[in-house]
């Protein structure tokens, strides 16, 4: 058996050992009375699409109220029930929470007009809290001075003290100064008797014969007199050496040109030049 539906082919075969459905050339195997889920789904079918052998006639059998529940849920009558029922209980919920706010809402009034010296009060407190900050910043600025004058007194005296080791400190100071003049001096006198000492050493002692010490004398002044005049010598020959060999580079130069001008002959002897 062929069937054809929104340009589909469906078959249907059911003999000995066969029970296939096709869609257009596929085939499905079922078993049983169940209709594939594809072929089920094309032809949209459902258990109300298929009536026993032994059920009753449709809907003659029901009575007035599920017939009504039935055509109520063909044209979704069920849901506009369902959406008016939930609709008036929300209405309720709301006028309920509605009247019950507006009660809070009295009371929170009445409560709010009750309590109108609060904000006085309020006002009142912060003032006594900066009167007590202030207060508290008195005590701690006087605690401070307190403090501070108590260092003062101690300073005063640590400085009394100080002043008075400072003046023991100083006669000290002033007897170690004249200490170490006086041990200058000694030390300074001592250096001189030590000297003193030492002059009449040598002043008691006998002069010596100072004849070879002036021959010795005479022959430095000589010798110091012969190296300066050999000195200017060397100098002499030093001076005359740089001149001859400047006069040397000068004739050699003057050769090499007569040697380009004429070759390595005389032209006059027609005798060979020297190198």
């Not at 400085?159 to 200058?184: D, F, W």
Request: proline share 3%; with cysteine; charged share 30%.
């Amino acid at each position: 058996m062929m069937l054809s539906i929104d340009d589909k082919e469906i078959g249907r075969q059911r003999g000995k050992g066969r029970n296939i459905y096709t869609l257009d050339g596929r085939v499905f195997t079922a078993f049983g009375n169940e209709v594939p889920p594809e072929i089920r789904d094309l032809l949209n079918l459902q258990e109300i699409n298929f009536q026993g052998q032994h059920d009753s006639s449709y809907w003659f059998a029901e009575s007035a109220g599920e017939v009504s529940r039935r055509i109520n849920k063909i044209v979704n009558l069920s849901i506009i029930d369902s959406v008016l029922s939930y609709l008036n209980m929300t209405l309720k919920r709301s006028r309920t929470e509605v009247d019950i706010l507006r009660t809070r809402l009295e009371n929170t009034r009445q409560r709010r007009d009750a309590l109108k010296y609060v904000r006085r009060m309020d006002k009142q407190f912060q003032r006594v809290e900066m009167l007590e900050a202030e207060w508290k910043a008195i005590i701690k600025m006087a605690s401070s001075l307190s403090d501070s004058i108590d260092k003062v007194h101690i300073y005063e005296t640590v400085e009394t003290e100080s002043s008075r080791q400072l003046k023991e400190a100083s006669g000290a100071l002033k007897l170690g100064e004249e200490y170490l003049r006086i041990q200058a001096r000694a030390r300074a006198l001592a250096d001189t008797c030590s000297r003193i000492r030492t002059y009449r050493q040598v002043l008691s002692k006998e002069i010596p014969d100072l004849s070879p010490l002036n021959l010795l004398a005479a022959r430095y002044s000589n010798l110091r007199q012969r190296r300066q005049e050999l000195e200017s010598a060397v100098k002499d020959i030093r001076t005359i050496e740089e001149q001859k060999c400047k006069t040397e580079r000068t004739l050699q130069s003057q050769k090499n040109n007569l040697r380009k001008l004429v070759g390595n002959r005389c032209p006059l002897c027609n005798q060979p030049i020297p190198q």
